[in-house]
């Protein structure tokens, strides 16, 4: 019993103290409950730093590497996966600018190609253009947009169809008709263009394009001035000839100057009269022969007109006698001539002034077709020393287009011209050392207007 009752005192004891028992397990079980949340907290913190760094790095770079920076590095030292990565995208990032360098360097010798063939393009003389499989033309080079009066900005990328005029879009068509049935790879042919009224000769040559493997790429159409060559053939050709007919001339002068000798020294006695006027023709026949015979002796010889030969010498008179013959043989026309009386003697040469006046005349009387007026007037700068010679005429007039090939050999717009009277009117000014020049006259007809250096 005495047992029993003490059990009961002692569970009366433990039951007080059951309470400060309780809140002590309680407290130590909050404590490590409370350490273990915080060192997961603190273990998941830092595992996670050290994965989203790294990675958050790679995104960074990436994000360099778009924007080109091909020299972006990562750094690490881990050894783990994310260690592999970085080194694989350093790896990438190292092979991709190295083909980009690469990438670089080819696009420059590519360039560098390119701008060679176009400066090589650019300084031939012939005119090339080529087109493309299409008929779409792809390059004009400075050559063909000066001999073809074309702008390469105003023509490249459009069909040729479209920019030639019909007439040579079908010379244009016929030549591709003959390499498609000849089955060649060029044609060559020799042309004249007449570009706005300036007609040149060129020879095209059409060479057909194609690649390594044999596909047709388009056309190459080279052009070559032969204007000039074709001007020098025709000049010599001519040369020669007017050396025959010169040389033909020649043998009938002799007799003619014989025989107006021998009419003078036998009729001289008998004429009753008039013996001035007889005199004087047969003068002027043998005198004129004489010149002629000069003339035809210096141009067989060296196919040319005679050296100048200067003198002092009246302009006013020799320009006056020139005009007497023209009055007298066209009385339809008025010819008036206003000299410069203080213009003084100088030196020239009489005979090839006097034929620069016949030619000038020649043409105006041409010009104004038997009826009209020809004005030739003299004029004397003193400060410049400079004789002034304008002949104008009330006649057709000469277009625009013919003025700049007026002074050419050969240029005539007449059905018998042989167009040289102007280019010799030209070289024995400039043997002279003066100019000429053409100008429309008011209100129509032209002015040929010739500047001397008076020389005494
Ligand atoms: N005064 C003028 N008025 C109008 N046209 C002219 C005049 N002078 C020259 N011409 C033009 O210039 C061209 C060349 O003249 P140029 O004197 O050189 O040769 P041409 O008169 O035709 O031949 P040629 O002199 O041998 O008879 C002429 O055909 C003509 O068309
Ligand atoms: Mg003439």
Redesign the pocket.
Known sequence: MKEISEAFVNYRQSQALKRPLITNYLLVLLLITLLIIFSATWFGFRLAKEITIPIERLAEGTKRIASGDLDFRLETESRDEIGALVEAFNRMTEQLSASHTALQKANLELEARRRYIEIVLENVSAGVISFDKEGRITTVNKAAEEMLEVRASEVVGRYYRNVLRPEYRKIAREMIREINTTRSKSLQKQMELNLNGKVITVRVSVNLMQDEKGEYMGMVAVFDDLTHLVKMERLAAWREVAKRIAHEIKNPLTPIQLSAQRIYKRYRDRIKGDTAVFQECTNTIIQQVNELKNLVNEFTQFARMPNINPTPNDLNEVISESLVLYKEAHKDISFRFTPEPSLPVFKFDREQIKRVMI??L???V??VDGKGEVDVEVRYNPSLRMATIEVR?N????PDE?KVR?FEPY????K????????I?NTIIADHNGFIRVRDNEPK??R?IIELPVRT
């Open positions: 030619n000038l020649d043409n105006a041409a010009a005429d006649g057709c007039g000469i013919d007026l240029f005539s717009t007449k018998t011209g042989t167009g040289l009277g102007l280019a009117v007809g032209t040929f």
